[in-house]
């Protein structure tokens, strides 16, 4: 067997590991790269790279106790340090996802022929449309890469259209209903990762269904997860936001004639729009992306709402840190492959709490993991003096496109609505 693509991959690693290995190591999976020889030397890399050991020919080579010795040699001597890793890394992760996905194929078509016709049918079903979804998401990111003309054009058409936008006073993306937070954030705009951050109990999943209802009522088609509540709760707050109907009555049904015709109206208004929302403890990401490209393939979904982040599980991960940074890259990859806005919620590490309340919260109190800082093109993370507070303040700490500061909101609980004031 030919194991180019895999021989170019570890000797440029084994070379100049500092430089190569931060491009590829989010792909990094042992098993791709072969032969008995070959797993063992990627394996030992990845666990020498997780410790934060040096790697080099000679460290990998004192951890295998001698092994592997004429490969590593090989390795080293036959590598070109001046291509481009990334697409030796995209065309090895793209043959062994196809590979990974006929395996499956092929069990499941063995599963098919040795079932019975009385054996329910709905779980099969089910696992094909996974793999369906898989082979999408493997087609989406295979796509040919455009040329210089084909980029200008795109570019010029995105420009001419921000002109226009601008012109009309509009933000580039969905409008918050928050003139100020449209400004520093040209609205939520497609193909950006966004994360809404605070404290536990200081308002991070009212603000997300906020904005879901903003977009909503501007055509969009939101698909949200959501941990903290289920799907009536989140539409009562809509009802109650948008027909100024507190959130307590409904929980009473003590509502006067007055505020029940507005419940009615807001009810059959919202009724003409449409949102998606999957109400669990905690998904497997897998499961949550394959969810997204079904909805978006049928026109269900141009945004998603994860809360929250750190819920989401990976069946890899050894560590939270590494779970954590797998969910924040596949939230990244998802917004572009897509172009539509993803919003995931985060958690504040609680360490945040020994400054003091006073104090608003900073990027790198994101919780269980670097990778959300780095992954976001938007961080916003929310802050209260005190948890019944109606005063918000909203600080844009990470805007990889414009501006960051903090913008002062006023937070009516009783209607889940936001004010800037």
């Given amino acids: 067997m030919n194991y180019e693509f895999q021989d ?30 070959r797993i063992k030397i990627a394996f030992t890399i990845k666990t020498l790279s997780d410790q934060g050991t040096e790697v080099n020919y000679a460290t ?52 098919i022929i040795k079932a019975n016709y009385s054996d329910a049918v709905e779980p099969v079903i089910s696992e094909l449309k996974n793999i ?13 890469l455009p040329d210089m003309p ?11 259209q921000r002109i226009m936008m ?77 027909a100024k109907v507190g959130t307590h009555k409904f929980q009473t049904g003590n509502l006067t004639d007055e505020e029940l015709s507005r419940f009615m109206a807001a009810s059959n208004e919202l009724a003409k729009h449409n949102i998606s929302i999957d109400e669990k403890s905690g998904w497997d990401l897998d499961e949550l992306l394959t969810t997204v490209y079904r909805q978006h393939r049928n026109g269900k979904c141009d945004m998603v709402f994860v809360d929250y982040l750190q819920q989401v599980r990976v069946k890899s991960s050894k560590s939270k840190y590494e779970q954590v940074s797998t969910v924040s890259d596949a939230m990244k990859r998802l917004s572009r492959d897509l172009n539509i806005p993803v919003i995931g919620l985060a958690q504040i590490n609680r360490e945040a709490e020994k400054g003091g309340k006073e104090d608003l919260p900073s990027l790198s109190q994101l919780k269980d993991s670097g990778s959300l800082e780095q ?10 003096r005190d948890i019944a507070d109606s005063e918000v303040a909203l600080s844009i700490s ?15 609980h009783h209607f889940n609505i936001y004010e800037e004031t």
Avoid at 132 to 144: F, G, L, N
Wanted: charged letters at 25%; proline letters at 2%.
């Fill in 375 to 384: 992954d976001a093109d938007v961080v916003m993370i929310l802050h209260k």
């Fill in 166 to 242: 601008n012109a009309q006073g509009k933000p580039r993306g969905v409008s918050m209903g928050l003139t100020k937070l449209d400004a520093y954030i040209s609205g939520l705009v497609g193909g950006r990762f966004y994360i809404v951050a605070a404290r536990t109990s200081v308002g991070k999943t009212s603000f997300a269904t906020w904005m879901a209802l903003q977009a909503l009522k501007q055509g969009k088609k939101p698909l949200f997860f959501s941990n903290e509540m289920d799907k009536e709760d989140i539409i009562e707050k809509f009802i109650a936001a948008d």
């Fill in 398 to 412: 990470k805007n990889r496109y414009g501006m960051t500061g903090v913008t002062k909101l006023r937070h009516i």
């Fill in 60 to 111: 990998v080579r004192e951890s295998l106790g001698g092994e592997c010795a004429g490969l590593l040699i090989q390795l080293i001597k036959t590598s070109m340090l001046e291509v481009n890793i990334d697409w030796f890394m995209s065309q090895l992760t793209s043959w062994y996802n196809v590979k990974q996905v006929v395996l499956n194929l092929s069990d499941l078509s063995q599963q």
């Fill in 150 to 160: 084909e980029m200008i054009e795109s570019t010029a058409g995105r420009i001419e």
């Fill in 132 to 144: 369906a979804d898989k082979t999408e998401r493997m087609a989406v990111s295979s796509q040919k």
């Fill in 8 to 37: 170019q991959i570890l000797g440029m690693v084994l070379s100049q590991h500092k430089r190569y290995w931060p491009e590829v190591c989010h792909h990094w999976k042992p098993e791709m790269f072969g032969d008995f020889e």
